[in-house]
């Protein structure tokens, strides 16, 4: 005899999308996600951290050919320039009167020569700007060389996972199937308690009304006894 309960079936949702899990094939996913998981084994044991870059350094060796080739220039334009000059006021101090080796000829010529250092130091300092500004400038470039480096490994990467974006890995093929067993194990469960509910409301309404038409048959036989007395009474 049907008492009206649920049924205690799973769920054919439940089953349709366990039978979908089933079917999905995660060997692609796993064997990316192990190759992944060996290469982090490997740089964590050997301390090989592939072509990432972590530091960088300006070129040295820039510096110093920035450097020479300033000053160098600026040799061979003052040189000849500086050689001239000093010909040229040495006739003319001799040309006033003035001897070598005197005091005033003496005068004159460190007066030039003072000059000329003082252009040459200056120029020397300018060089070395110059290096410097070499060094900074092949520093600048081996930081964006590293950059552009880093940028396209983390680009590779995640290129890698937006693929398999759509994918499934077997831990999360499990996971969904479990979860899915679980939901239906307590739909299960629901049931049960829903049927079990409703045998004991069946029951106690069956309870109830046999004891109802119980007490009404007495009552008639109550009130059927009282009014044959009555008659006999009369009689």
Same mark, same amino acid.
């Given at each position: 005899m049907s008492l009206g309960g649920q049924s205690t079936k799973m *769920?054919?949702?439940? =089953?349709?999308? =366990?039978s979908y899990l089933s079917g999905i094939d995660t060997a692609d996913f796993d064997a990316v996600n192990e190759n992944f998981q060996n290469l982090a084994n490997q740089?964590?044991?050997?301390?090989?951290?592939?072509?990432?870059?972590? $530091?960088?350094?300006?070129? +040295?060796?820039?510096?110093?050919?920035?450097? !020479?080739? !300033?000053?160098?220039? #600026? %040799? +061979?334009? /003052? /040189?000849?320039? #500086?050689?001239?000059?000093?010909? +040229? =006021?040495?006739t003319r101090l001799i040309n006033q009167g003035l001897t070598p080796?005197?005091?005033? &000829?003496?005068?004159?010529? /460190?007066?030039?020569?003072? *000059?000329?250092?003082? !252009?040459?130091?200056?120029a020397a300092y300018n060089a070395t700007l110059a290096g410097q500004n070499a060094f900074s400038q092949s520093l600048n470039d081996q930081i964006n060389a590293g950059n552009f480096g880093n940028n396209a490994q /983390?680009? #590779?990467?995640?290129?890698?996972?937006? %693929?398999? $974006?759509?994918?499934?890995?077997d831990y999360d093929k499990n996971m969904?199937?479990?979860?899915?067993?679980? $939901?239906? &194990? *307590?739909?299960?469960?629901?049931?049960?308690r829903a049927n079990a509910q409703g045998i004991n409301s069946f029951i106690s309404n069956g309870l109830m009304a046999a004891a109802t038409a119980a007490g009404g048959m007495g009552g008639g036989m109550s009130a059927g006894g009282t009014g044959a007395g009555a008659g006999a009474a009369v009689v």
């Open positions: *769920n054919p949702g439940i =089953l349709m999308g =366990l740089m964590s044991q050997s301390g090989n951290l592939g072509s990432w870059n972590w $530091s960088v350094d300006g070129s +040295d060796e820039a510096r110093q050919r920035a450097e !020479a080739a !300033a000053f160098q220039s #600026y %040799l +061979d334009k /003052t /040189t000849p320039i #500086y050689e001239q000059q000093t010909d +040229d =006021l040495q080796g005197s005091e005033a &000829y003496q005068r004159a010529m /460190t007066d030039l020569q003072n *000059n000329q250092n003082d !252009a040459t130091n200056l /983390t680009g #590779y990467v995640n290129q890698i996972w937006n %693929l398999l $974006s759509n994918s499934m890995s969904a199937m479990a979860n899915l067993l679980t $939901s239906g &194990y *307590n739909q299960q469960q629901a049931a049960k």
